[in-house]
């Protein structure tokens, strides 16, 4: 490293610093033994932990909304996404530069539009708050990651390597899956993950989608904050803390390659 | 030139168009059974284009490809059974060695027995059977590529197709690979068409070189004949190097012309057929002047000329000569003592015999 | 390109069309249809009853002359401003050290970006929310150095904050990406003939990193501008911006015609700018030769 390597070295650090901090004293929070929301904690205890498992409303938004949601959406934007990519990159007809742009248009509309759009949609439609609407929502902001993941890995993909499996008697199409599937093996994982968080950390659409059977984890920690605070939103937060570093130090180490957003 | 085996492969005017102004084309020219032919040329002049084709991974606009007196151009490509040993080798990086070869079998439902029977023959063959458990990038460039092979002859197609496998190899890699490919092919027999813009390469491996330029062949012949009577310039200097000089035929006999070139020289040529009019294209390959012969020895033509440049070659020495009579000639002379002592301005005696001197038509 | 070129044969083009039919579908019903309406919504009348009277009017721009939504609009550009600026300080050592650093070192340090990226915003506000209360950690500082108990939350430096933490890893990414593409000996060269660090930086690395940072500061101002969870959480009542508007119109007030009005507002704001720095760096890049 160059430029002055000590005080670009005493910079950066400063800003991972900045980078924790918050998250840090979120963890640190949900250790404490009293209900206040000291830092550095009093004590060391687990109670707000264990307080969690107490609260059914935190196990539903937790269990049956987030994780159940992220579930869904991840498999049918990879679908949605995976096979439009393929069509974008391996297919050549009309439209196709124009679609390009258009699928990965909700990575540019900031999602609180979207929310707000949704929301008017759905009521238009006189569909009430639901699973459904909220994985909707979900698939609509998740899929263009994926397309994005699946183009770059299909764009990278040497073509003289199905042409052999052609050669050797394989239709494109088993060549295809024979050959360009199993090396899209990275794209696929990091897409369905992708995916899944997208939808599991997503605040800003659920707000407006989610309705109170409905309520996702993210939605809920917002209004605990808001309305009753003790530690043990600290303690949720740090269990989706944990959650997400694991899910990234994982791919990490599979793909030994940096995920892009 | 074989005339009366039936070809294995027979290309027919092949043409290929990509854009209204951009093509190649028409192309004809036959391979014969357990022959080694190169399409030699530099790039851009439609070898590998020709050979995609052939495969079966680019469309002929027209013309026609017969495998065997079998239309092979309307077969899709999956169907052809033409095997094809890609520049990269293209090896599945998913599968070992073993199932890279066994690849083709398997699709064509051979039963497992006799997939593992020809696979380890195959893998035996090519001296890789210690190997089969191993992923392509734990290989060498030099076991890839015989992997490439190996999976492409398991098949038993009727021809072998090579679209550059040596290029991206070192020298002394590349030699050894050469060695390897040439044994390999005499031991298996197999039809080949091989691509490649190295005319050394060519020449040490074909039975026969068809050389391209700007979608056309040039001209088809053994290496010898390519090399000593290049039917153009462009083939007379993209094989090896060529003094290639003007002049105008000023006399005929005994199957022998005169031609004055420069200021006044006069050279005598070997020649068959009509005589050309004109003026014409004298080819003398460098290695082919000498200038220690002595005076006694019979030969056709004798000039002086001054040394020029001297340029150390390692084994060789290139001399650039300015000869009496206005003609510029590069000599190619062997590295060793006499000829190191040489000077700039030296006077020189040269002399080369008329079988050695080519007439190409203007 | 990387398709095996069996030529424009219509079968296979309609197999493509097919491929990607589900997702334009998809993106039409549930993306186009409800910004369309959203649109059309912002020129409807406010309805006590049901969702909007299908009257059309301009009422609802018309509110924007009014000073409260001027202030609005403005202090909602104004930070999203000064957060993308933010960010661009912030972001560039960052991004260089991360392009410039060992591979073990990159994938700790994209570990220590990505991670908070993906946890949801609530969480970070309320780590921040923690840290700037009355009794939170760096009020506890401050008075251990003797100064008084500052009310550091519910103003516009605590949302600056905030949001130049969430928005931080997207100004980042694009920009490693771009110096990525730096040839570490250009700086060499550079260094050789007589460039300082901060030269360096000058000449050299922010020349040529100039598509990433467009792409960076379009995110961030994009992002910043819509943010709703954290100017809610930190700014309370104190520093609303057009998403907490949007918000409030649409899920308390239900008033729809506003709600779209200000949604409307907040796409020209936006997109708008996404525009411009396309335009940007389209022009920066026209010229320039391939890496």
Same mark, same amino acid.
């Not at chain 2, 022959?35 to 590998?48: A, D, M, N, R, V």
């Not at chain 2, 050279?267 to 070997?270: K, P, R």
């Not at chain 3, 000073?67 to 609005?72: A, E, S, T």
């Not at chain 3, 760096?281 to 030769?289: A, D, E, I, P």
């Given at each position: ?14 800003i991972y610093g900045?980078?924790?901090l918050?998250?840090?004293?979120v963890?640190g929070?949900s250790?404490n033994?009293?209900?206040r929301?000291?830092?550095?904690p009093e004590?060391l205890?687990?109670?707000w932990?264990?307080?969690?498992f ?14 159940a949601?992220?579930?869904v959406?991840?498999v049918?934007a990879t ?5 439009a990519a ?12 124009f679609?390009?742009?258009? /699928?990965?248009?909700?990575l540019?509309?900031?999602h609180?539009?979207?929310? &707000? @759009?949704l929301? #008017?949609?759905?009521? *238009?439609? +006189? ?6 609407t909220?994985v909707?929502?979900?698939i ?10 699946? /183009? ?7 073509p003289?390597?199905?042409? &052999? @499996?052609?050669? #050797?008697?394989a239709? *494109?199409f +088993?060549?295809f899956?024979?050959?360009?599937l199993?090396?899209?093996r990275?794209?696929l ?24 059977e409905t309520t ?13 605070s003790d ?20 791919l ?10 | ?15 290929k ?12 020219f036959?391979?014969y059974?357990g ?15 020709t050979?995609?084709?052939i ?14 007196d ?10 052809r ?5 890609f520049?990269?080798y ?8 073993y ?8 699709l064509?439902?051979?039963g497992?027995?006799?997939?593992e ?10 001296g ?6 191993r992923?392509?990038s734990?290989?060498?460039?030099g076991?890839q ?5 190996a999976?492409?002859v ?10 550059e496998?040596?290029s991206?190899?070192?020298l002394k ?9 040439r044994?390999l092919?005499r031991?298996l027999g ?11 390469e060519a ?12 979608g056309?062949i ?8 390519i ?6 310039a462009?083939?007379?200097d ?18 022998r012309?005169?031609?004055?070139v420069?200021?006044?020289l006069r050279?005598?040529?070997?020649w ?12 003398l390959r460098?290695?082919r002047?000498?200038?220690?012969l002595?005076?006694?020895d ?10 020029g440049?001297?340029?150390?070659l390692g084994e ?9 009579g206005?003609l ?10 006499r000829?190191?002592a040489l ?11 008329s ?7 203007s | ?7 424009d ?12 039919a ?11 249809i ?18 909007a ?10 509110k924007?002359?009014d ?6 609009i403005?202090?909602?550009v ?14 560039y ?8 650093a ?16 993906m ?13 700037l209360?009355?009794?939170?950690l760096v ?16 103003n516009?430096?605590?949302v600056?904050?905030?949001?130049s ?15 990525e ?9 550079a260094?050789?003939?007589g ?5 360096v930086?000058r ?14 500061a ?8 819509s ?6 959480l ?15 119109a ?40 391939a890496?």
């Open positions: 490293m160059t430029l002055g390597s000590k005080s670009l070295a005493a910079a950066v650090v400063g900045f980078i924790l918050p998250l840090i004293v963890v929070v250790f033994t009293s209900s929301f000291d830092f550095p004590g205890s687990l109670r932990y264990h307080s969690l107490d609260q059914p409303s935190f196990l539903h938004a937790f269990l049956n909304v987030s994780v949601a992220g579930l959406t991840a049918v679908l949605l996404g995976g096979l393929v069509a974008l990159v391996r297919f050549r007809f009309p439209g196709r530069g679609l390009e742009a258009f /699928f990965l248009t909700p540019v509309v900031p609180i539009l979207l929310g &707000a @759009a929301y #008017l949609y759905f009521a *238009r439609l +006189r569909l009430s708050a639901s699973f459904a909220l909707i929502s979900h609509l902001i998740a899929t263009p990651y994926v397309v994005r993941n699946v /183009f770059a890995g299909l764009v990278g993909l040497d003289r390597i199905e042409e &052999a @499996a052609v050669n #050797l008697g239709s *494109r +088993r060549a899956l024979l050959v360009a199993p090396q899209l990275s794209s994982v990091s897409s369905i993950v992708f995916a899944f968080i997208v939808s599991f950390s997503d605040i800003n659409v659920a707000l407006f989608v989610s309705g109170p996702t984890l993210p939605v809920y920690l917002f209004s605990q904050i808001q309305w009753q530690p043990s939103v600290a303690a949720a937060s740090t269990i989706q803390i944990v959650l997400v570093a694991l899910v990234v130090a994982g990490q180490k599979v793909f030994r390659a940096r995920i892009g957003i | 030139m074989p005339t009366d085996r039936v070809p294995d492969l027979r290309v027919e005017g092949l043409v168009r990509y854009a209204p102004q951009v093509s190649i084309g028409p192309i004809s036959e391979v059974p022959e080694y032919l190169s399409l030699l040329g530099p790039s851009g002049c439609g070898k590998t284009t050979l995609r084709c495969a079966g991974f680019e469309d002929l606009t027209e013309g026609a490809i017969y495998l065997s079998v239309r092979l151009d309307r077969q899709p490509a999956h169907k059974n033409v095997g094809l040993v520049q990269n293209a090896l599945f990086p998913h599968l070992d060695v199932e890279n070869v066994a690849f083709g079998l398997r064509a439902r051979i497992r027995r006799e997939i029977r020809k696979v380890r023959a195959m893998l035996e063959l090519v890789l059977i210690d190997v089969s458990q992923m392509p734990q290989l060498s460039g076991q590529q015989r992997v490439a092979i999976r492409a398991v098949m038993e197609p009727r021809v072998i197709l090579f679209d496998p040596l991206n190899l070192d890699l590349r030699l050894q690979m050469r060695r390897e490919l044994d092919q031991r197999k039809t080949t068409i091989y691509v490649t813009h190295d005319q050394t020449l040490a491996l074909s039975d026969r070189i068809a050389v391209l330029s700007h056309q040039e001209q088809i012949g053994t290496p010898r004949e090399y000593e009577r290049p039917a153009s462009f083939v007379a993209f094989i090896g190097t060529a003094n290639l000089v003007k002049g105008v035929v000023i006399g005929t006999a005994n199957g012309l005169t031609i004055e420069g200021r006044g050279l005598i040529a070997d068959q057929g009509a005589v050309p009019r004109g003026s014409v294209l004298l080819m460098p290695e002047i000498r200038f220690d002595p005076q006694a019979a030969i056709e033509n004798r000039f002086s000329g001054t040394l440049d001297i340029t150390y060789d020495l290139s001399l650039a000569v300015h000869v009496d206005g510029e000639l590069m000599v190619t002379a062997k590295s060793d003592a000829n190191r000077t700039p301005g030296a006077k020189l005696e040269l002399s080369a015999a079988a050695d001197l080519h007439v190409l038509s | 390109m990387t398709a095996i070129v069996q030529p044969r219509r079968h296979i083009a309609l197999w493509g069309v097919a491929l990607a589900p997702n334009a579908l998809y993106l039409t019903l549930v993306l186009l409800p910004l369309g309406m959203v649109a059309t919504y912002s020129f409807f009348t406010y309805s006590t009853t049901g969702v009277l299908p009257v059309l009017t301009i009422a609802n721009y018309a924007l002359g000073p409260y939504f001027l202030r609005l403005g202090r909602t104004g930070i999203a401003v000064k957060t993308t600026i933010i960010c661009i300080f912030l972001g050592p960052l991004a260089y050290a991360l392009a410039r060992r591979p073990t070192l990159a994938t700790l340090g994209f570990f220590l970006l990505l991670t908070p990226l946890v949801s915003p609530v969480v970070r506000a309320i780590g921040w929310f923690v840290l209360d009355r009794n939170g009020n506890s500082v401050l008075m251990y150095f003797g100064a008084d108990r500052q009310e550091l939350l519910f516009e430096p605590a600056l904050l905030g949001l933490h969430l928005l931080l890893p997207f100004m980042v990414l694009p920009l490693v990406a771009s110096i593409r730096i040839p570490p000996n250009v700086e060499e060269a260094r050789n003939l460039a300082g660090g901060l030269g930086f000449k050299v690395i922010l020349p040529l990193s100039l598509p990433g940072l467009v792409s960076g379009v995110l961030v101002y994009v992002e910043a501008a943010a709703f969870v954290l100017p809610a930190l700014g309370g009542r104190f520093v609303r911006m057009i998403g907490n508007e949007v918000f409030d649409l899920l308390v007030s239900y008033n729809i015609p506003q709600a779209s009005m200000l949604t409307v507002m907040l796409i020209v704001l936006t997109i708008g700018v996404l525009g411009t720095g396309l335009a940007l760096s389209r022009r920066g890049t026209v010229g320039r030769s890496p």
